[in-house]
């Protein structure tokens, strides 16, 4: 339990001591402290190349994903009528419009229908959820092979409220329907996350179920899209558009980064793997990260993600009203970056796991916990590290290293400012349409965005995530908070 509680409180001591070094440490040692930041820019520069390239690559990925019939590819498989794919869509307190349009977009998948089973994963605490998944049955549930409504019980000693328990119970429940009471084989189905307003591509299932009769160790895999919030990204605010657009090209670059690939948000894989690792725990928040590395544990490392070149569209944070969407970005933000809390579990299953490549482990461990740890520091060094040195050390600001350094710093920076201008094009690719009801000069304005991301970054990733670690430092616990849904 001390163990616990000591690497509860590091990612927290570590981000908020490297934050205030930039203080001490360019009163005390200048010298050092101008290295790092120029250090730090050119590894800022180093991970600027490397998205720009990734996201390049996938971009022509999936654009020539989504022209290929992948239903044409399934059929050369003798077995492909054996594949069965349960979809658990995640219901809380949404409005019904929402899971609505996911279920009419569920309808248009190349893949035969009467091969998806489809389970409303509805909470007890929202009883409404449960009625409107009963009148959509009604319609829309009789167009798939399965239809099945689940209901989790609101109160259950030692589980946490929220997505990752609602899964657990909804996955078992399936399984029993589907598996003991009807037959399904169980080593041809897949099992699919879905968020309420998760808005899969037309050909996912046909796309996925290729890659699960292609893979021999196709019970030891992760299947992920990429993950973008298209579904209203022309409806809100310029400043939660910029940290999304950002968000968006992150998720599309990180498909051909099979080394740093994690299932995120909406994911799929076997169900011979779910139920084989104990389905989702139910007392945690983040659940994508925790289901991946349980595996990855429980079956000695042999786990990975293999990417599905195929866009996942889901809904940013909205309100009505501007402020209120301001609020809702930085809660979802905030939920994300809780992340961190998993670190303590992931270093045990570390540490106590012998069997699993000793590189192949650490490699993974020092990714996520590198990207955990820099997630609100990022911000500080890049933006007002140059700064902040010569403002608390005068006397180093008349030095020859103390003139330079903003134009030094500057200078490596610009690099990014041409990788920044790719990903922007990249991402008004992929980005649909412009919808009737929005005005032209949203679009003139677009490319312009990018002058107040130094803004969003602060407001929308830097300080939610030392909101997160500095309360997993104190042991502020955080609770299950849904993000609203607006039609």
Same mark, same amino acid.
């Given at each position: 339990?001390?163990?616990?509680?000591?690497?509860?409180?590091?990612?927290?001591?570590?981000?908020?001591?490297?934050?205030?070094?930039?203080? /001490?440490?360019?009163?005390?040692?200048?010298?050092?402290?101008?290295?790092?930041?120029?250090?730090?820019?050119?590894?800022?520069?180093?991970?600027?190349?490397?998205?720009?390239?990734?996201?390049?690559?996938?971009?022509?990925?999936?654009?020539?994903?989504?022209?290929?019939?992948?239903?044409?590819?399934?059929?050369?498989?003798?077995?492909?009528?054996?594949?069965?794919?349960?979809?658990?869509?995640?219901?809380?307190?949404?409005?019904?419009?929402?899971?609505?349009?996911?279920?009419?977009?569920?309808?248009?998948?190349?893949?035969?229908?009467?091969?998806?089973?489809?389970?409303?994963?509805?909470?007890?605490?929202?009883?409404?959820?449960?009625?409107?998944?009963?009148?959509?049955?009604?319609?829309?549930?009789?167009?798939?092979?399965?239809?099945?409504?689940?209901?989790?019980?609101?109160?259950?000693?030692?589980?946490?409220?929220?997505?990752?328990?609602?899964?657990?119970?909804?996955?078992?429940?399936?399984?029993?329907?589907?598996?003991?009471?009807?037959?399904?084989?169980?080593n041809f189905i897949t099992i699919t996350s879905n968020d309420a307003d998760a808005i899969l591509h037309p050909q996912y299932f046909a796309y996925l179920t290729f890659k699960f009769l292609d893979d021999p160790h196709r019970y030891e895999k992760f299947w992920q899209p990429a993950i973008v919030f298209y579904n209203n990204i022309w409806r809100i605010p310029a400043l939660t558009r910029a940290i999304n657009v950002f968000s968006n090209v992150w998720q599309i670059g990180l498909l051909v980064r099979k080394d740093r690939l994690i299932n995120f948000s909406n994911y799929s894989s076997s169900l011979k793997l779910v139920d084989g690792i104990g389905y989702w725990d139910t007392d945690v928040i983040p659940e994508d990260y925790r289901i991946f590395f349980k595996a990855f544990f429980k079956l000695n490392g042999k786990v990975e993600v293999e990417p599905i070149f195929l866009?996942?569209?889901?809904?940013?944070?909205?309100?009505?009203?501007? /402020?209120?969407?301001?609020?809702?970005?930085?809660?979802?933000?905030?939920? /994300?970056? /809780?992340?961190?809390?998993?670190?303590?579990?992931?270093?045990?299953?570390?540490?106590?796991?012998?069997?699993?490549?000793?590189?192949?482990?650490?490699?993974?461990?020092?990714?996520?916990?590198?990207?955990?740890?820099?997630?609100?520091?990022?911000?500080?060094?890049?933006?007002?590290?140059?700064?902040?040195?010569?403002?608390?050390?005068?006397?180093?600001?008349?030095?020859?290293?103390?003139?330079?350094?903003?134009?030094?710093?500057?200078?490596?920076?610009?690099?990014?400012?041409?990788?920044?201008?790719?990903?922007?094009?990249?991402?008004?690719?992929?980005?649909?349409?412009?919808?009737?009801?929005?005005?032209?000069?949203?679009?003139?304005?677009?490319?312009?965005?990018?002058?107040?991301?130094?803004?969003?970054?602060?407001?929308?990733?830097?300080?939610?995530?030392?909101?997160?670690?500095?309360?997993?430092?104190?042991?502020?616990?955080?609770?299950?908070?849904?993000?609203?849904?607006?039609?």
């Amino acid at each position: 339990m001390k163990r616990k509680r000591f690497l509860e409180i590091l990612p927290g001591f570590i981000s908020w001591n490297m934050i205030l070094f930039l203080v /001490w440490g360019g009163y005390f040692f200048p010298v050092f402290t101008a290295y790092f930041i120029l250090s730090f820019d050119v590894f800022w520069v180093w991970k600027g190349l490397s998205l720009t390239l990734a996201a390049i690559v996938s971009h022509f990925r999936i654009k020539a994903s989504e022209k290929l019939d992948w239903m044409g590819e399934v059929r050369g498989f003798g077995d492909w009528t054996k594949v069965r794919h349960i979809v658990l869509l995640m219901v809380a307190n949404e409005p019904a419009e929402t899971y609505r349009k996911t279920l009419e977009a569920l309808t248009k998948q190349t893949f035969p229908l009467k091969q998806i089973a489809v389970v409303m994963a509805t909470e007890e605490r929202f009883p409404k959820g449960k009625e409107e998944a009963e009148k959509l049955g009604a319609t829309l549930g009789k167009k798939f092979g399965a239809y099945i409504i689940t209901v989790h019980p609101a109160n259950i000693p030692g589980e946490i409220k929220g997505k990752s328990s609602n899964e657990a119970w909804a996955g078992k429940e399936a399984k029993q329907n589907l598996v003991d009471g009807r037959a399904w084989d169980m080593n041809f189905i897949t099992i699919t996350s879905n968020d309420a307003d998760a808005i899969l591509h037309p050909q996912y299932f046909a796309y996925l179920t290729f890659k699960f009769l292609d893979d021999p160790h196709r019970y030891e895999k992760f299947w992920q899209p990429a993950i973008v919030f298209y579904n209203n990204i022309w409806r809100i605010p310029a400043l939660t558009r910029a940290i999304n657009v950002f968000s968006n090209v992150w998720q599309i670059g990180l498909l051909v980064r099979k080394d740093r690939l994690i299932n995120f948000s909406n994911y799929s894989s076997s169900l011979k793997l779910v139920d084989g690792i104990g389905y989702w725990d139910t007392d945690v928040i983040p659940e994508d990260y925790r289901i991946f590395f349980k595996a990855f544990f429980k079956l000695n490392g042999k786990v990975e993600v293999e990417p599905i070149f195929l866009p996942s569209s889901g809904d940013a944070a909205e309100s009505t009203s501007i /402020w209120k969407t301001l609020i809702n970005e930085y809660e979802q933000k905030k939920r /994300w970056a /809780w992340g961190v809390s998993d670190l303590p579990l992931f270093i045990e299953m570390y540490l106590k796991q012998p069997r699993v490549s000793f590189i192949n482990k650490t490699l993974r461990i020092l990714r996520v916990t590198t990207d955990h740890l820099l997630w609100p520091v990022n911000w500080f060094i890049i933006t007002i590290g140059v700064s902040v040195v010569t403002l608390v050390n005068p006397v180093f600001k008349r030095t020859t290293l103390g003139f330079m350094l903003p134009q030094i710093s500057s200078g490596i920076l610009t690099f990014t400012l041409v990788f920044l201008i790719i990903l922007l094009m990249i991402e008004f690719r992929h980005r649909p349409k412009r919808p009737a009801d929005i005005p032209k000069w949203k679009i003139l304005l677009t490319p312009f965005e990018f002058v107040i991301m130094p803004i969003t970054g602060f407001f929308f990733n830097a300080l939610p995530g030392l909101d997160a670690h500095t309360r997993l430092m104190l042991g502020k616990y955080l609770e299950y908070r849904i993000t609203e849904k607006v039609e």
